[in-house]
T-cell receptor
């Protein structure tokens, strides 16, 4: 079946790197996405990776994809207090299947 | 601003009330979605519309009734809801519908409380 799993909570200090992990089940996923949700707002696309790529870098964000293990990660370099939010990974199987979200807390 | 607006932002209703949620997108997209977001649960896809036609109903109870009069507007009509229906209801739109690259643009949501 379709299932996306994430840890629920991550706490880091400002300036450190954050790594948010995600596992998915459908190997036919074409794209995998990372969305960010700030308090009181909807989800906003942060970045995505096509399934034939291993890595994608976009400024402070690095996405790593391990297709064999069906593991996706999002690394945020130099984490800032403004990065505090809920981060959702999603696999695209023809429709988006979201994980339950990881709450990132950034301590000053 | 994502180009997707939702009204109202907050709604409190009794179990016998009838109310409607509204979503409007200004992006020229042809697909629209309703999601339910409950605390500590994955985002649940409820309905999908492509070119005004419903293409997905994810086993949603009939007390939720969607309506898509055109590609820019989506409604969710609510009646005789239960307290467990309290959640954040998110609307989204995309260009491609359920195919290929599927970046969805989300509205800010309606926080629904059922008493």
């Amino acid at each position: 079946g379709e299932d996306v799993e994430q840890s629920l909570f991550l706490s880091v200090r400002e300036g450190d790197s954050s790594v948010i992990n995600c596992t998915y089940t459908d190997s036919s996923s074409t794209y995998l996405y990372w969305y960010k949700q700030e308090p009181g707002a909807g989800l906003q696309l942060l970045t995505y990776i096509f399934s034939n790529m291993d890595m994608k870098q976009d400024q402070r964000l690095t996405v790593l994809l391990n297709k064999k293990d069906k593991h996706l990660s999002l690394r945020i370099a130099d984490t800032q207090t403004g990065d505090s939010a809920i981060y959702f990974c999603a696999e695209d199987t023809g429709k988006l299947i979201f994980g339950q979200g990881t709450t990132l807390q950034v301590k000053p | 601003e994502t180009g997707v607006t939702q009204t109202p932002r907050h709604l409190v209703m009794g179990m016998t009330n009838k109310k409607s949620l509204k979503c409007e997108q200004h992006l020229g997209h042809n697909a629209m979605y309703w999601y339910k977001q409950s605390a500590k649960k994955p985002l649940e896809l409820m309905f999908v519309y492509n070119f005004k036609e419903q293409t997905e109903n994810n086993s949603v109870p009939s007390r939720f009734s969607p309506e898509c009069p055109n590609s820019s507007h989506l409604f969710l009509h609510l009646h005789t809801l239960q307290p467990e229906d309290s959640a954040l209801y998110l609307c989204a739109s995309s260009q491609a519908g359920l195919a290929a690259y599927n970046e969805q643009f989300f509205g800010p949501g309606t926080r629904l409380t059922v008493l």
